[in-house]
């Protein structure tokens, strides 16, 4: 069965430093998501993206995030300037269409020090 | 805003034994879906049922249910005869009805653990 895939499973950075979370989503999908989870608390959403551009955002991803979809495979999401408090499981998220349950990944662990 | 509450931090089942995961939620939109993920320790989120606000009937897929009551606000889920893999956290989630102005968000308990022994 199709999987949403994300690289790498645990990621640690210095405080202020750029990262980079990749997702992989499922090939015939469309509509992607990212959601972080920090440690204790709900999964909470970030944003969805949809032809290539941001259909919704919450007001955690502020001007330090960006998604992109550099190719027809990947989407990824950027965080500038890291800060303690963005530690986190980030999941990635597809869907076939709007409506279609949403399909996640394994989650990338990102640990700021 | 929409609230979805799990206000049981933890469970445990014996082993073929029946338990009932509960989750209640908050919105103000007349139709909408609601979910349980259910999380392993292998970390990926795994959808186990799916329930449309506007269908009466209680969804079912194998030993998982559902036990929607939509004036109450409450979707619970029931797995029949556990089993060891069951064991995962469990979250339930709310979706808007995108075309009626909803949002295509996922909002999310905070997980129910469940253990099932042995």
């Known amino acids: 069965e199709p999987e949403v895939t994300q690289t790498p499973s645990h990621q640690v950075t210095q405080m202020g430093q750029e990262v980079i979370l990749r997702c992989v989503p499922i090939s015939n999908h469309l509509y992607f998501y990212w959601y972080r989870q920090i440690l204790g608390q709900k999964v909470e959403f970030l944003v969805s993206f949809y032809n290539n551009e941001i259909s919704e955002k919450s007001e955690i991803f502020d001007d330090q995030f960006s998604v992109e979809r550099p190719d027809g495979s990947n989407f990824t999401l950027k965080i500038r300037s890291t800060k303690l408090e963005d530690s986190a499981m980030y999941f990635c998220?597809?869907?076939?269409?709007?409506?279609?349950?949403?399909?996640f990944g394994d989650g990338t662990r990102l640990s700021i020090l | 805003a929409q609230t979805v509450t799990q206000s049981q931090p933890e469970m445990s089942v014996q082993e073929a034994e029946t338990v009932t995961l509960s989750c209640t939620y908050d919105?103000?939109?007349?139709?909408?879906?609601l979910f349980w993920y259910k999380q392993p320790p292998s970390r990926q989120m795994i959808l186990v049922i799916r329930q449309e606000a506007y269908k009466q009937q209680n969804a079912t897929e194998n030993r998982f249910s559902v036990n929607f009551q939509k004036a109450a606000k409450s979707f619970s889920l029931k797995i029949s005869d556990s089993q060891l893999g069951d064991a995962a956290m469990y979250f339930c989630?709310?979706?808007?009805?995108?075309?009626?102005?909803?949002?295509?968000?996922?909002?999310f308990g905070k997980g129910t653990k469940l253990t099932v022994n042995p």
């Open positions: 919105t103000s939109e007349s139709d909408y879906y």
């Open positions: 998220a597809s869907s076939e269409e709007l409506g279609q349950p949403q399909h």
């Open positions: 989630a709310f979706r808007g009805f995108i075309t009626q102005g909803g949002s295509e968000k996922l909002v």
